[in-house]
């Protein structure tokens, strides 16, 4: 079995092959094809990938190339990790936020929107190839906004897409080690979309351990990671649901945006430096086993979330995992071919959204809101229109005005998202 990596230069790339290195002969793994367009950043990951591999011993090559189409022929799944203007783009893209006194955040608000005006041409290029070089291919989507990227694919791409986020299933493990019990023993009543989510329900052996949870979280205690909010007691027992940590940006707008203001770098800033060491770090042919610095690039739980879902393709016996998919009629209130984040019955036969029945008004209400901007955002990207664009930004609930939406659309204009397939 080949798989692609479309981004393959990333420094997340290593993360994803250990992953691999272990389930390979389960996968019947025969290469691993590596691309990207910028050969100093693919030159260094493929080798050190390569030395990663020669030092497990897989059985498996791993091969780079800059062709997409090369890298793409005859792979059974594809991997969508790109990158469309570097963490340059996304410096850009957070001042542009804070310069309209709003989030540019990369997968929220007008960070988020910039950055899927930039893909989302990119990766209707990439489902064409797909379709051309390797017909029986399922794209498995992480490139942010990983929601907004997917629903492209799966409504323009004519191509099989999930998405992934580790959130999920780092909410996941994070909450099984609070209660003191094997992962395998919980599963989340999971609801929303991409960096949208909400958990409802977190059953252990048949029974509701959320009350349980939020008691602790609203007294201050619990895992530092789940969530990463600190709300207001009352509220989260109104709720009745954890919100997952991007959720802050919409319940906690005033205080994100003064913390994001305050800060001397940007998130993109921090990268790009984390970024060079790592790229100079994979250099050294001296080094065949990841950094522990790699895990401050993020993305915990990113290979296991990846290869959990190509296991589950392979197999006759069905698992469930909280994939972005076409919400069909799993979520009322939704279009059918709205993305949404809920779980899935995966397995050789594909990836079947399961029903997550009523959705209560105080979460609905959101939901429906921001995919209005999703699905009018990218009927802007897919046909460059500034108009979709104009009305996705007064349709995004944290974009304050008719007013605010117009001068960002002028900042976008001025940075050239628009006329161009290839930004």
Known sequence: MKMAVIGGGSTYTPELLGGLIESAATLGMSELALQDIRADRLTPVAAFCRRMAARAGAAFKVSDTLSHEEAIEGARFVVLQFRVGGQEARHEDILMGLEHGLIGQETTGVGGMAKALRTIPAALDVARIVRERAPRATVVNFTNPSGIVTAALANHGEVPVAGLCNIPLETRME????????????????VG?????????VMVNGSDRLPEVIEVLASGGGPKNIPEIEYPPAFLRALKALP???LRYYYATDEMLAELRKKKRTRAQEVMEIERWLLDFYADEANDV??????ERGGAWYSRAAVDL???????????QVLNVRNGDSVAGLPPEAVVEIPCEVSAKGIAPLPV???APEILGLIQAVSAYERLTIEAGVDESEEKALLALVAHPLVPSVAVAMSVLEAMRRRGLFGSRNP
Do not use: F, I, K
């Open 357 to 359: 029945g009523e959705v």
């Open 175 to 190: 909450l099984a080690a609070a209660l003191g019990v094997p992962a395998e023993q919980v599963t989340l009543d999971y």
């Open 244 to 246: 997952s940590p991007y």
């Open 193 to 201: 979309l991409n960096h949208l989510a909400w958990v409802r329900r």
């Open 310 to 320: 190509m296991l589950a393709l392979e197999r006759d016996e069905p698992s469930v």
């Open 290 to 295: 990841p950094p522990p610095m790699l895990s």
